[in-house]
C-alpha cells in the first residue's frame, strides 16, 4: 500500500488526541469532517488502524503507540496483504493463519506485550465465561446479524442472493453477513429485517418459558425499540405494547423506526425510572403489565469488540454506579409486573454483578420466583455476549 506508513503517522495522532470520552466514531466523524485532504480510502484505512489499535484492550499499553498499530495489524489481520510494507521479514515469514501462533510470535518479539492483558477483568466475569476465549475475541470484528420478520424469509433470501452477497443462515430466522455489508439498498430494513445481534435475539427464547397469554407489555428502557419488535413477533399481534425511555430523542428515533416497522398502537412514555416515575408520568402511575422487559443500562461490556474503544478506557471503579443505578431501577419497576406476570431482566454485560449478582437481588424480593437465567456467549459466534433472566411475579 502505497500511503501505509503516512496512515500509521495520521493514526497516532488522532490517538494521542483521543480521550475516550466519546465514541470514537463519533470521533472520527467530526475529525475527518474539519480536515476534508482525507478522502474515502484514506478515512478507511486510518478508521481500522486506530479501531485495531484499541482490540488491544489494556494489552499493549506498554508499547508506542505506533509499535502497538503494527501489533495490532498483525493480530487483527489473518493476511498481511495490503500492509506488507510496515513489516520486516520475520514478522512476514511468521504471519500464521492461526492467531494463537501470531500471539506466540508477538510474545518473542516483544516481551512487554502481554496478551492475558487485554482484558484484564476476568476476576469480575460471569462464572459460565471461558476467560481467554473471551478476551481473544477482541480481536476480531463481529458480523452484522439480521432478523428476517414473520413471512419473509423466502423473500429476503431472494433479495441478496439477488445481490449477491454472502450471508450464513443461523437459524429459522437469522442470517449473519461480514460487518460493513450494504443492505439499505437491498432490503426495507425494519420491514423485511430487523438488525438485531445475534445474541439479542436469542434472548427471545426466554419467551418460550412463558407458560401465560401475554397481552400488554412494558419495555421499561427502550432505547431503539428492538425489543419491543422482537416481542411483538415473538407473542404475536395482540400485543400491546407501552415504551418508555428517560431520552425524548431516543424515542423520537424509536418512533421513525416503529413506523418502518408497522408497529401501530403503542404508547410511548419518557420516564426517569431511577426516581419516582409514577408521581410525574400519569400514564405509568397505576399501570401494571403482564411482561415488563428491563434491558438494563450497563457496562456494555459484552459489546466491547464492536466499540473496543470503551474496553481501553473502562476502569473497575466505573461498574459501581450501574449496579446501583440497576438496583434501584428494577426495586422502582417492580410493581408494576402484574401478578402472576413476568419480568425479563437483560444485559448486555459480562460481568458477574450486572448478571447473576442482580438475579440473586431481584429473586430476593418476595413473590418473585426465577424461571430460567441465561448466558449468551456471543463472543464464540462473532457476536456480543448477553445475558437474560426470567422472573415470575406469584404474589
Known amino acids: 500500500m502505497k500511503y501505509a506508513h503516512q496512515y500509521i503517522k495520521s493514526a497516532v495522532l488522532l490517538l494521542e488526541s483521543y480521550d475516550g470520552s466519546v465514541p470514537l466514531a463519533a470521533f472520527l466523524k467530526n475529525h475527518f469532517s474539519q480536515h476534508k485532504k482525507f478522502g474515502s480510502k484514506d478515512r478507511k484505512y486510518i478508521a481500522q488502524l486506530c479501531y485495531n489499535y484499541f482490540r488491544l484492550g489494556h494489552a499493549a499499553k506498554k508499547l508506542s503507540r505506533e509499535e502497538g498499530i503494527r501489533v495490532a495489524v498483525f493480530l487483527t ?30 510474545a518473542t ?29 477482541h480481536l476480531t470484528q463481529p458480523d452484522l446479524f439480521i432478523r428476517v420478520r414473520p413471512g419473509r424469509f423466502q423473500k429476503v433470501i431472494g433479495k441478496l442472493t439477488a445481490a449477491k452477497l454472502i450471508f450464513h443462515q443461523l437459524s429459522e430466522t437469522t442470517l449473519s453477513l461480514p460487518n460493513g455489508t450494504k443492505l439499505e439498498d437491498v432490503l426495507e430494513i ?17 419467551f418460550n418459558a ?41 424515542l423520537h428515533n424509536l418512533n421513525l423506526r416503529f413506523q418502518r416497522a408497522g408497529m401501530v ?26 411482561l415488563v422487559i428491563f434491558d438494563a443500562p450497563c457496562s456494555g461490556s459484552g459489546t466491547w469488540s464492536r466499540s473496543p474503544e470503551q474496553l481501553y478506557y473502562f476502569k473497575k471503579p466505573k461498574l459501581e454506579p450501574f449496579l446501583q443505578l440497576q438496583q434501584q431501577i428494577v426495586k422502582n419497576i417492580l410493581p408494576s409486573v ?20 442482580m ?14 437465567q441465561h448466558l449468551i456467549k456471543g463472543y464464540a ?10 422472573f415470575r411475579k406469584t404474589a
Open 77 to 106: 489481520s489473518d493476511t498481511v496483504e495490503e500492509w506488507i510494507e510496515l513489516f520486516p521479514e520475520n514478522w512476514i515469514s511468521n504471519w500464521s493463519a492461526e492467531l494463537n501462533d501470531r500471539i506466540s510470535f508477538i
Open 109 to 137: 518479539v516483544h516481551p512487554a506485550f502481554d496478551i492475558n492483558q487485554l482484558f484484564p477483568f476476568q476476576d469480575l466475569l460471569s462464572n459460565e465465561i471461558d476467560a481467554t476465549a473471551f478476551s481473544v475475541s
Open 190 to 206: 425494519e420491514k423485511d429485517v430487523v438488525i438485531q445481534d445475534y445474541s439479542s435475539q436469542k434472548v427471545g427464547e426466554l
Open 210 to 250: 412463558i407458560s401465560e397469554k401475554i397481552t400488554t407489555v412494558w419495555d421499561c428502557c427502550a432505547a431503539s425499540g428492538g425489543k419491543s419488535i422482537l416481542a411483538k413477533d415473538l407473542l404475536g399481534e395482540q400485543l400491546q405494547v407501552t415504551v418508555s425511555d428517560l431520552r425524548a430523542s431516543i
Open 265 to 290: 398502537g403503542y404508547k410511548t412514555y419518557v420516564a426517569d425510572l431511577s426516581d419516582n416515575f409514577r408521581a410525574t408520568v400519569a400514564g405509568l402511575k397505576d399501570a401494571t403489565f403482564d
Open 338 to 357: 402484574k401478578k402472576e406476570g413476568y419480568l425479563l431482566y437483560i444485559t448486555c454485560s459480562v460481568f458477574a454483578g450486572e448478571n447473576e449478582a
Open 359 to 372: 438475579a440473586a437481588f431481584i429473586q430476593a424480593n418476595p413473590g418473585f420466583t426465577l424461571i430460567k
Open 381 to 390: 459466534e462473532k457476536a456480543d455476549t448477553m445475558f437474560a433472566a426470567l
